[in-house]
């Protein structure tokens, strides 16, 4: 029984190129959570999915970010034109119903734009 | 605005000797509040919740204490072990979103 399966574990991109973060939910799990972690300091959410719904983005910067969670495939979290800033870790959560106090969190992708 | 907070960044103790991680929180509408443990490279691991109809909460060798009055939060450890050393972060959820917002985390290491 797999956990959360998040790809790449580390992603490496220079300014100005896409990052493409994947997300693949625990079995039987159909909600999503994206959070974002900057070094020393706490986990901040990001947006929540249901399969090929966005529930709530309201941690999500107004541009160049999306996400997206299809009906087959994994979620996907996409940075476009990305910006030393956008270096840190990001994490998907996922849990079998609505209520992210049983979501389950995946390794990361650590994300370092140069 | 919403906010959790620890009072601690870092707590140093030895092996066996219990541990007490504190947490403060300013949203009093929350409904749950729940501790993760996150070693180095992975991703938080869920340790313990609380809802907030309760004031104790015990696991498997840890506690778990709400003081609403106050606003606090605290996560305690008994027998702490080498493999407790990790950074710990309390999260709380309220009714209506479900986003969880984290505090900044304290790191604590056992001296073996």
């Known amino acids: 029984n797999a956990g959360v399966m998040q790809n790449p574990r580390h992603l490496v991109r220079r300014r100005g190129q896409e990052a493409r973060l994947r997300c693949s939910p625990m079995k039987g799990h159909s909600h999503v959570y994206w959070y974002r972690q900057l070094p020393e300091e706490g986990l901040k959410f990001m947006v929540y999915?249901?399969?090929?719904?966005?529930?709530?983005e309201s941690g999500m910067p107004k541009e160049r970010f999306s996400a997206e969670f299809p009906k087959e495939g994994p979620s996907i979290l996409r940075i476009q034109q990305v910006v030393r800033g956008d270096s840190a870790a990001y994490f998907c959560a996922s849990s079998p119903q609505k209520g992210s106090v049983e979501a389950f969190f995946g390794q990361g992708t650590r994300l370092t734009v140069v | 605005g919403e906010s959790v907070g620890l009072h601690l960044p870092t707590l140093s103790v030895q092996e066996g000797d219990n541990s007490i991680i504190n947490c403060a929180y300013s949203?009093?509408?929350?409904?749950?509040f729940i501790w993760y443990k996150q070693e180095s490279g992975k991703g938080p691991q869920f340790i313990i919740d609380i809802r907030s109809n309760m004031d104790k909460r015990q696991g498997q060798r840890v506690t778990v204490l709400l003081n609403k009055t106050v606003k606090h939060l605290s996560l305690q450890i008994a027998a702490t072990q080498p493999g407790d050393s990790a950074v710990y972060f309390c999260a709380e959820n309220h009714g209506g979103s479900e986003k969880l917002v984290f505090g900044k985390g304290m790191k604590l290491t056992v001296n073996p």
């Open positions: 949203n009093s509408a929350s409904d749950y």
């Open positions: 999915l249901q399969k090929e719904n966005i529930i709530d």
